[in-house]
C-alpha cells in the first residue's frame, strides 16, 4: 500500500515552454502533497504543499507564478513549470500523506520526474 | 526551528562490516524523526520512523536506529553491509506544525567488497 507515481518520470523541452508533472496517491487519499526539488548529490528543499481544493503554500523564495500547482482531488496534484528555462532543469519529487493516518506525519514519495530544459 | 544535520556526506564500509550513520536533529517540539533510502534517480523510500513510544526503531532490511534524547540523535545502524545498502540515505525531522519534513544534505553509502 501507499504507492505514489509520478508522470512522466523523464521529460526534456526546450526553453521557454511549459512543462505538467502529475503526481497521484494510487491506494490511499491524500488532503496533502508536496512538491520537492533535488539539486544533483544535494538534499530535497521543499517547494510548496498542496492542499485539496485550496491554493497551495509555497515556501520562501519559490516563485508561484512559474510553478503552479493545483491539487484538485484527494489522489492528485499537478506542478506546471511554467516558461521553462535551463535553470529549471532538476529533479522533482512529490510526496503524500495519508488522510487515515493523521497523526504519523509520513510522507510517501514518487519516483521523481527528471527535467530538462534545453 | 527544527534542523537535521548528518555528519559525513560520505561513508564507506566494507561487506559485512557495521553500517553507522549519523544524524543529530535539533527541536523545539517532541520530534518524529525519520530515516529514508534514494536510489540512484528514484523518489525516498521510508526506512524507519520513530514518533513516541520505544526508543530502539527497528526497519526494512535489517537497518534500526535509537532516538537519544539527551544527545538529540537518530542514528542508523545495521549490523551487516550489504552491496545492495549502497545508496543516500536521508534524515528527517518533522517541522511546521508537524506537517512538514526537514531533511538533512544526507549520507552517500558505499559498500565496498
Known amino acids: 500500500g501507499a504507492v505514489v507515481s509520478q508522470h512522466p518520470s523523464r521529460v526534456i523541452c526546450k526553453s521557454g515552454t511549459s512543462v505538467k508533472i502529475e503526481c497521484r496517491s494510487l491506494d490511499f487519499q491524500a488532503t496533502t502533497m508536496f512538491w520537492y526539488r533535488q539539486f544533483p548529490k544535494k538534499s530535497l528543499m521543499l517547494m510548496a504543499t498542496s492542499n485539496e481544493g485550496s491554493k497551495a503554500t509555497y515556501e520562501q523564495g519559490v516563485e508561484k507564478d512559474k510553478f503552479l500547482i493545483n491539487h484538485a482531488s484527494l489522489t492528485l496534484s499537478t506542478l506546471t513549470v511554467t516558461s521553462a528555462h535551463p535553470e529549471d532543469s532538476s529533479f522533482y519529487i512529490c510526496?503524500?500523506?495519508?488522510?487515515?493516518?493523521?497523526?504519523?506525519?509520513?510522507?510517501?514519495f514518487g519516483p521523481g520526474t527528471r527535467l530538462t530544459v534545453t | 526551528a527544527q534542523s537535521v544535520t548528518q555528519l559525513g556526506s560520505h561513508v564507506s564500509v566494507s561487506e559485512g562490516a557495521l553500517v553507522l550513520l549519523r544524524c543529530n536533529y535539533s527541536?523545539?517540539?517532541?520530534?518524529?524523526l525519520f530515516w529514508y533510502v534514494q536510489y540512484p534517480n528514484q523518489g525516498l523510500q521510508l526506512l524507519l520512523k520513530?514518533?513516541?513510544?520505544?526508543?530502539l526503531v527497528k526497519g526494512i532490511n535489517g537497518f534500526e536506529a535509537e532516538f537519544k534524547k539527551s544527545e538529540t540523535s537518530f542514528h542508523l545502524t545495521k549490523p551487516s553491509a550489504h552491496m545492495s545498502d549502497a545508496a543516500e540515505y536521508f534524515c528527517a525531522v518533522n517541522t511546521g506544525g508537524g506537517n512538514k519534513l526537514t531533511f538533512g544534505t544526507g549520507t552517500q553509502l558505499k559498500v565496498e567488497l
Open positions: 527541536s523545539s517540539v517532541p520530534p518524529y
Open positions: 520513530y514518533t513516541t513510544g520505544a526508543t
Open positions: 510526496s503524500a500523506r495519508d488522510l487515515r493516518a493523521s497523526g504519523s506525519y509520513e510522507q510517501y
